[in-house]
């Protein structure tokens, strides 16, 4: 089993921290993306998507998207249970997973990769180019921001995102946090529920994985 | 158990030939996007997103993502499985699903909702309104085939998209199959393995739910 790895990015970060989570040691290859390396070849033929993170498992299956990744680990390796233990909760931790990644990932990376000169034609992964569009910064910054504020309200309400158990959601929403910081955007200012639920993840040792 | 839902969206779609395809019966609440029911207090009260389809499940949780929605009647019906046996295929179903939301879905909503008359300052879901930009239309477009043509090349390969059995994900790519052409454009054209699950998934009675 390899993990297709890039230590700066958001979504690989996810899979490292839910794989330190379970307290796997599974092999990583670094992707520098920085170096383009994600749209080499030899990486697309792998995930022609060009992005990371991608575990190939044992079979030689190569998952390509981190809650598949995740839903894979928690298979093989049920314990710590990180997506949700009754029907309930296994769906609410996709419920909230995915809301994070469709409302939070898209939103600043929209902002981001239409602003930062080191994205200029590059403003969605892959081969294909596309061109920056300065009018979607403002765009994702809102989107940001009133994203944030709906988990303020959540997090008003419950421990961790998905209920009471810490799950794959709240290393979704961790991952996410800490990416707003490249948009100049700091998501605890003002919102005091989603700063003490920050408080309280803080102190797990996978968040430095 | 309820399903919120509307008949002419494409992701209330996707819940309904879920249901069918496991035989179940739930109650079914319309919220008529057409009449902006969706931005009513009382529903978003229940769905802060303003989006269907939402399962209200027997203990009174609200599920309003499609995924967390049929992850939740997987677990309670498993019959017939159509999120996959093993680690490999669960994780592969959740994987293709996500591709198919985040490329597929998301660019022909781009599209649609900068371009159609009846999503003026409606550009995303919701009560904060965001106002249309025709440039994004014709990236909308691109996107779209772009994704298509990827599934093209993974249909060469296999006969469901997620493998050799049919689940949630050809579900959802049925469903936006058929939204494309809301946008004028035919998947089918030009991508034989495409058109030829396409016919393959049309023998399924759940086609019409």
């Given amino acids: 089993m390899r993990l297709f790895d890039f230590n700066r990015a958001p979504n690989p970060r996810r899979a490292r921290m839910f794989i330190a989570e379970k307290g796997l040691d599974i092999e990583k290859v670094n992707v520098n993306l920085f170096r383009m390396e994600q749209l080499s070849d030899e990486f697309t033929s792998i995930n022609p998507l060009g992005t990371v993170p991608v575990l190939e498992t044992d079979d030689g299956t190569y998952l ?4 598949a990744i995740c839903c894979y680990l928690e298979n093989i390796h049920p314990e710590p ?3 949700g233990h009754t029907a309930t909760e296994k769906a609410l931790v ?17 902002m ?42 959540r997090l008003q309400l419950v421990n961790w995102l998905a209920g009471e158990q810490f799950s794959l959601a709240d290393i979704s929403l961790l991952a996410i946090s800490d990416f707003a910081s490249w948009v100049e955007i700091d998501p605890l200012e003002n919102r005091s ?14 968040v430095k994985a």
């Fill in 64 to 67: 390509t998207e981190t809650v």
């Fill in 81 to 83: 249970v990180l997506m």
């Fill in 94 to 110: 996709l419920n909230w997973n995915n809301i994070v990644e469709q409302h939070g990932m898209l939103s600043i990376a929209e």
């Fill in 112 to 153: 981001l990769r239409n602003w930062s000169p080191g994205f200029r034609d590059r403003v969605f992964p892959g081969k294909i180019n596309y061109h920056q569009m300065p009018e979607l910064i403002e765009r994702g910054r809102l989107r940001t921001l009133q994203f944030f504020d709906m988990i303020e309200t």
């Fill in 193 to 206: 529920a989603l700063q003490a639920w920050y408080t309280r993840i803080s102190e797990r040792s996978s």
